[in-house]
C-alpha cells in the first residue's frame, strides 16, 4: 500500500487567498484525522471523520476552516480566506475502526501564508 | 484541561547508550499509550504502543513501560544508533473538554545521536 497520499507537499499562497489541502487515506480505513502542528502548539488534530461522517471538529479553530469527505478515498481541508498564522503543517491521518488508535500519518503539506 | 505531558523537551544521547523519555497523563480511564517517530520533512511514524493490560512491551531496541497508577510510561532505546535521532511523541486518548476521546500528544522530544 501506497500509505497515506497528501498533496500538495507544500504551498506558498498570499493572505487572503483559498487554500486546498488534499488527502487520500490509506485504502479499507474507517478513520480520518486532520491535524496541524506548529512550533507554539504543538500537534493539534483539527477534525476527524469516521466512514466519511464528520465526527467531531471541536478542533477547528475559526469558521475560515472547512473539511469535507465526499468519499472513503478523499478528504479535503480549505482555508479561506487564508491568514499569516495559519502557517502550518497540515497532517492527514487515518486508521481501521477496530484499531482506531492506531493511526498511520501522511507526509504532511507544509503551507505558508505570507 | 486533560494533558499529556512529555519531558525531556530535548536529549542528547553518544551512540551506543541508552534513552529514556517519559510522559504523564492526567485520564485515568486511558487505556491505550502509542509512541511516534518523526523523522524530518515526515509525518509522524508510529513505533510502538502498548495497553494498559501490561506493564512493558518489547520489540527489539525499543521498549515501552506502563505504570498506571502514577499515569505514567516510558520509551526506553537501548544501543542507540544514528538512525534514532527524531522527534519522539508520546500520546493517550484523553477525554476533550467537549465529552469526546481525542488521542492527545505530548510536546515531543528532539532526540540526537552524538556519534
Known amino acids: 500500500d501506497a500509505g497515506v497520499i497528501q498533496s500538495p507537499r507544500h504551498e506558498v499562497t498570499e493572505m487572503g487567498q483559498e487554500v486546498t489541502l488534499r488527502c487520500k487515506p490509506i485504502?479499507?480505513?474507517?478513520?480520518l484525522f486532520w491535524y496541524r502542528q506548529t512550533m507554539m502548539r504543538g500537534l493539534e488534530l483539527l477534525i476527524y471523520?469516521?466512514?466519511?461522517?464528520?465526527?467531531?471538529d471541536s478542533g477547528m479553530p475559526e469558521d475560515r476552516f472547512s473539511a469535507k469527505m465526499p468519499n472513503a478515498s478523499f478528504s479535503t481541508l480549505k482555508i479561506q480566506p487564508s491568514e499569516p498564522r495559519d502557517s502550518a503543517v497540515y497532517f492527514c491521518?487515518?486508521?481501521?475502526?477496530?484499531?482506531?488508535?492506531?493511526?498511520?500519518f501522511g507526509p504532511g503539506t507544509r503551507l505558508t501564508v505570507t | 484541561g486533560e494533558n499529556v505531558e512529555q519531558h525531556p523537551s530535548t536529549l542528547s544521547v553518544q551512540e551506543g547508550d541508552s534513552a529514556v523519555i517519559k510522559c504523564t497523563y492526567s485520564d485515568s480511564a486511558s487505556n491505550y499509550f502509542p509512541w511516534y517517530k518523526q523523522e524530518l520533512g515526515k509525518g509522524p511514524q508510529l513505533i510502538i504502543d502498548?495497553?494498559?493490560?501490561?506493564g512493558e512491551k518489547k520489540d527489539q531496541r525499543i521498549a515501552v513501560t506502563l505504570n498506571k497508577t502514577a499515569k505514567h510510561f516510558s520509551l526506553h532505546i537501548t544501543e542507540t544508533q544514528p538512525e534514532d535521532s527524531a522527534v519522539y511523541f508520546c500520546a493517550a486518548p484523553l477525554i476533550s473538554n467537549f465529552g469526546n476521546e481525542k488521542l492527545t500528544f505530548g510536546t515531543g522530544t528532539r532526540l540526537t545521536i552524538i556519534p
Open positions: 471523520f469516521n466512514n466519511n461522517v464528520p465526527i467531531d
Open positions: 502498548i495497553r494498559s493490560n501490561v
Open positions: 485504502s479499507g480505513h474507517d478513520y
Open positions: 491521518a487515518s486508521s481501521f475502526e477496530r484499531f482506531y488508535y492506531e493511526q498511520y
